[in-house]
């Protein structure tokens, strides 16, 4: 099975900063990789799916790169409403897990 | 508009059984995989199985975790998932929601708690 290792766990920024998360693949999943934002009490929220494909209506501070087993999701000009939590999760082969979650804190 | 509501969830005692269901509307539900994933408290995100659409052969996956114990069904006449859970165990206790697609997943809805304690 295919594991997902995803840092840090957790952050601290300000309004304004531009954050890095990164997610290890235990193997190769070519671009078979989504972000996923989520707020307590709510389910999660797709970001980026396909390692770096914006879904429709996501703000474009947000976007992905990587291939292969690394990834990364970056936010420019973090806002607000982006102190939340974050979860990488492949798509590459059954079973399908999460990263481990990456908690973004306001400094 | 997309929406996915679960219904279901309670306390139930280890060994037991309980049964979800996941309504569907606002688009072709035949036409798609449908998944369950939960989250147990103050964790991550767990995949549990999904189901494949009848044009895939309405076929099942399923999380080591669950398998044998946990069966997905599907009844697209009327839009509606289910996960029937036997055998529960306390590490069973989570928030499940289920989620439109096989392995990406964009559309949820707002969750069921479920909860086995005895």
């Known amino acids: 099975d295919i594991q997902m290792t995803q840092s840090p766990s957790s952050l601290s920024a300000s309004v304004g900063d531009r954050i890095t998360i990164t997610c290890r693949a235990s193997?190769?999943?070519?671009?078979?990789l989504n972000w996923y934002q989520q707020k307590p009490g709510k389910p999660p929220k797709l970001l980026i799916y396909g390692a770096s494909s914006l879904r429709s209506g996501v703000p474009s501070r947000f976007s992905g790169g990587g291939s292969g087993t690394d990834f990364t999701l970056t936010i420019t000009n973090l806002q607000p409403e982006d102190f939340e939590t974050y979860f990488c999760q492949q798509s590459y082969s059954i079973p399908l897990p999460f990263g481990g979650g990456t908690k973004v804190e306001i400094k | 508009e997309v929406r996915l509501e679960e219904s279901g969830g309670g306390l139930e005692q280890p060994g037991r059984s309980l049964k979800l269901s996941c309504t569907a509307s606002g688009f072709t539900f035949g036409d798609y995989a449908m998944s369950w994933v939960r989250q147990a408290p103050g964790k991550g995100p767990e995949w549990v199985g999904f189901?494949?659409?009848?044009?895939?052969?309405?076929?099942?996956e399923y999380a080591a975790s669950v398998k044998g114990r946990f069966n997905i069904s599907r009844d697209d006449s009327k839009s509606i998932a289910y996960l029937q859970m036997n055998s529960l165990k306390t590490e069973d206790t989570a928030v499940y929601y289920c989620?439109?697609?096989?392995?990406?997943?964009?559309?949820w809805g707002q969750g069921t708690l479920v909860i086995v304690s005895s």
């Open positions: 193997q190769n999943i070519t671009k078979y």
């Open positions: 189901i494949r659409s009848k044009l895939y052969g309405g076929t099942t």
């Open positions: 989620a439109r697609g096989a392995t990406s997943w964009g559309y």
